[in-house]
Each structure stands twice: as C-alpha cells, then as structure tokens.
C-alpha cells in the first residue's frame, strides 16, 4: 500500500468490544489479574500499553520496519538506546546531531563509560576502523540543513559489524525512510512532525531486528521511559495525517526558501530542495521531498537579528518545530547561546541565522511577514 494509506491504517483496528472506530485511551496504571500472573497481554503500563501498541504499529507501518518501541521523548528513545550498550564501548556519532542528544551524550553516558567520537560523515569510513558498536547521525540536520549520505554511511556500518542509527525527524518517514537505505534503527522524536501539533512530547525508535525490539521494551520497562497513554493517543491522531500536512509544509517551505534567496538582506539560505544546496542531489537521491525547515542567515548583527526575530506576525518566537504553526528561532541566542560566538561561527552559526519551521499556513501570508518585517531594516 501508498503511504497515506498506511499512515492512516498500518495496524489499526476497531476496537473489539463496542466497534469503536478510534481506540479508547486506556488511563490505566494496573490490570486485574485472573490468578497470580494470568494476564491478557498487560500487567502495569510501565510495561505495556494498548496505546502504546497503536501508535507503534502505525510507527512500524509508516517507516516500512517490523517493530517500533514508543517512549516518553525522543531523548527518551536515545537513553533506551544508549542502555543496550556497556560500559567501555564506543559510539561514532557525526557532527550536527540534536543538541539534546549530544548533551545526553557528553554529560551523562561519558560518565557511564561509554566513549563517543564526533565525525564528519565523510570521516565516518576512518572513524568505524576503531572498535565500536554504533554509528548514530542525523540527516538533514538542525539548524543548517545539512545531508549525510545514508545509504554509503550505513553500509560502511555494515561492513564494519557496527549497528547503526538515523535520526529521521526531520525528513520523517513521508520523505525518507532510513531503513530501505540500510539502517539498523530510526529514531524519531515524535513531538515534532509526527505528532505535527506542538501538543506533546515522545519519541520512537524503529528496527527491523526482532533481538534488539526486546532490549528496547525492557529499557523503556526497566529505565521508567514510558510515556503516557493519553500522550501516545494524542500522537497517533496527528500521525494519521502526516502524509498531507508534509505536503504543506514543503510547498511552503520551498516558498519561503524560494523568497529568502533572491532577497537583497540574505547572506545564504539553507534548504535541501534548493539547487543551490551544496548536497543537494544526495538529498534528491534518497528524499523524495524536503521537508519544512529553511534556514537563512541574514546580513544583520547580533542586536538586528534578535529585533527581527521577535517581530514577526505570523511566525512564532519559540524553540521546537514540526507543528502546523510556524516558528522562528535565533540559534545564536537560543539554542546554541551556551557555545561560545567564535565556536558557533566555525559551525557556520552565526548571529544572522534564524531557523524557519515552516507551518502549513498560507505561503502567501507567510512569506509577507517575513517581507514586511524586513521593511524596518530596508530604509537604514
Ligand atoms: C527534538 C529532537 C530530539 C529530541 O526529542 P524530544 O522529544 O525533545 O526529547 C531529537 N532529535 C531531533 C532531530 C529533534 O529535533
């Protein structure tokens, strides 16, 4: 089946006893039990779910694997991730990844033993000569946009004897699916767009490996990484529509994007579709669309670029991305403020960049409030 029809029905049901089209949202800590250990599938929802089962069938469905583990976030799904390894092993991880998912790396599993070594992909090869057991990456990544060959990464893994991990949240499984390209794993965090309506929090990993699918529920069991019932009913409802919100959001996307660069104030858009993107026939190779996220920097100072950030109408000055509603964020001064200005620079962080996440508002409107926004900075 086509993929709208799969993120709408991979796995569900009505529901047996009342024929109830949409599941019930099952609040329940515990299950009665017939006799000591006689159960229908459930003793404690730290353990297990129906909600939880819903949303990873449909999860499974969409990336086209056989087994998903839902959790309480996307950091949730890593720390899940992280415990099926021992102290002493090593993770190649390449450079750009999620801020959180460093920080869950370098503050917390270093601790624990666990060595992490940060690569560019094209290192990546080199990196895998070294003893280790996992190769973790994202592809496009956040806020510059930039692509990692997924198919070439993940069989260098492979060749290797290394499992490896695409974070595939901001493709997500409408325009690109990690594991038809080779991957071990695909983590989502589910709060961005599969979930697609800035309401809740969660995240998911999903594999083919039925071994590794055990080791995964045990860790949400045994670390406490469970998310809510209603949280992964929430998610499940906004799944379901993804095919058409991500329409949307890259066709707005692409305006926006398509506006920034033949503005007169833009240093330099960031955005897989464009032609212009420096990787952008490996990105045309193995997504079959961009997404919603463009990234521009401006040519405006520190004190400018935080004055044009929060003056937007539509656009939202707010973290996070993937909801129907646009946002904007200065990395600068949000979620990179804690690196230092020459560091973030040699990232290609400079004060100028903002983030777009592009909402599935009117492209008209949305690219008229950047316009109109610019105005105050067009007449100095
Ligand atoms: C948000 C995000 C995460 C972390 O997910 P949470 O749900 O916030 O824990 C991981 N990876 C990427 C790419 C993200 O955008």
Redesign the pocket.
Known sequence: MHFATRAVHSGQHPEETTGAVMPPIFMTSTYAQEAPGVIKGYDYTRAGNPNFGDLERLLAGMEGGEHATVF???????TALMSTLKAGDRVVCCHG??G??YRLFTKVFQRFGLNFSFVHPHEVEEALKTPCQLLFF?TP??PLLEIADIAALCSSARAAGVRSVV????ATPYFQNPLALGADVV??????YLGGHSDV???ALITNDAELKKELDFARMAIGLNPSPFDTWLTLRGAKTLAVRMERHAKNASAVADFLQRHPMVKRVYYPGLTTHKAHEIARKQMRGYSGIVSVEFNLDLQEAKELVSSFKVFTLAE???GIESLVCHPASMTHASIPKEERERYGLGDGLMRFSVGIEDHRDLVEDIEVALEMYAKV
């Open positions: 309480s976030s996307g950091l949730g799904a890593v990844i999620y959180g998912s994202e990544t956040n974070d595939n949240t901001f983590l989502h965090s589910t709060t961005k929090i969660g995240g996070s991305l993937g």
